[in-house]
């Protein structure tokens, strides 16, 4: 399997647990801006490993939505964007459960050797 479809596997089972709170790449985006305050779009796209274009897309939306504010002097998330955060984790966390339960904890543990060795080079 190409890890491409892999990650489109992953992000297939974290969508149907989250449906309906936000999607997989807004619940990064916000979990990250909340361990890196008035990060930038550029910082969060390089710590993300995503497209600048892709982030920039997802923080307008989340901008409308009131979920984050600021501009270029840094992000931050708002009261409303951090409630719906924790309304999220449990979904989350669930995705991660079945995760879990359907690779064994042993493929759990490759999977996360896999990606901490992915993380060892830059792109």
Not at 19 to 31: D, I, N, S, T, V
Not at 63 to 71: L, Q
Request: with cysteine.
């Amino acid at each position: 399997m190409s890890a491409r479809r892999l990650a489109r596997m992953l992000t297939r089972l974290y969508a149907e647990e989250m449906a309906g709170h936000m999607e997989p790449a807004q619940f990064g985006l916000l979990q990250m801006m909340e361990h890196m305050p008035l990060c930038t779009q550029a910082g969060l796209a390089h710590a993300l490993c995503m497209d600048k274009t892709t982030v920039s897309r997802d923080i307008a939306v989340m901008k409308k939505r009131n979920w984050v504010e600021g501009g270029r002097g840094g992000l931050r998330v708002t009261p409303l964007g951090r409630r719906l955060l924790a309304d999220a984790m449990p979904h989350w966390q669930r995705a991660q459960k079945r995760l879990r339960k359907a690779l064994g904890d042993e493929g759990w543990q490759a999977l996360f050797a896999a990606m901490r060795a992915a993380g060892a080079f830059s792109l």
